[in-house]
């Protein structure tokens, strides 16, 4: 199934991750994070149904990554984890392509993420963000997440994880 974010990105749709999306994944996430995933940890969740990416058209793309007609422009990794006898969802990892930020994509990805959670079972979803992160802080919240409690020194670099938690049943 593919859905279009709410807010901007109207050539772009959201679907699920499949092999030949991993190299633009990656690029992606190395132009985004100081501490990138490696390849085989996304490998690791290909089949996920929280494992998604966000397409443009190659006429709207500016930046063409694929061999086909759509390039990758942001991916969200997000399953569930056994808590306690119950589902517990985890967004692990999101990124939008630089050029691409500021159009609602993030928003779609994780709005989508979490509804696949939600029908998977999970009655809470929480993730991990840099404490220096305000746009990323800003965007959860929006969504409902709440500060749980902070990690510190959760990055290699020594910079804080806050943790923050939504429930789904609200």
């Known amino acids: 199934m593919t859905t279009t974010p709410e807010e901007g990105g109207d050539d772009v749709q959201i679907r699920r991750a499949v ?3 991993l190299l633009a994944v990656l690029r992606i996430e190395r132009a985004s994070f100081d501490q990138p ?3 085989s940890a996304f490998e690791r969740y290909l089949g996920e ?4 990416v966000a397409v443009a058209s190659e ?8 061999e086909g007609d759509e390039s990758v422009v942001g991916y969200v990794v997000a399953n569930l984890v056994p808590n306690h006898g119950r ?15 500021g159009e609602g994509i993030g928003a ?3 709005d989508r993420a979490l509804a696949i959670l939600g029908t998977r079972g999970a009655q809470s979803v929480k ?27 959760y ?3 020594g910079e804080d994880a806050l943790i923050l938690v939504v429930d789904l049943d609200e």
């Open 49 to 52: 149904p929280g494992f998604l």
């Open 108 to 110: 779609g990805l994780l």
């Open 37 to 39: 995933w490696p390849f």
């Open 19 to 21: 092999q030949a999306d």
């Open 87 to 101: 589902a517990f969802g985890h967004v692990k990892d999101i990124a939008v392509h630089p050029e691409y930020r």
């Open 59 to 66: 006429e709207s793309s500016g930046y063409l990554d694929g």
């Open 155 to 157: 990055y290699d670099d």
């Open 127 to 153: 993730l991990e963000v840099r404490a220096s992160n305000d746009r990323a802080v800003g965007l959860y919240e929006e969504f409902g997440f709440e500060y749980l409690r902070t990690i510190p020194r």
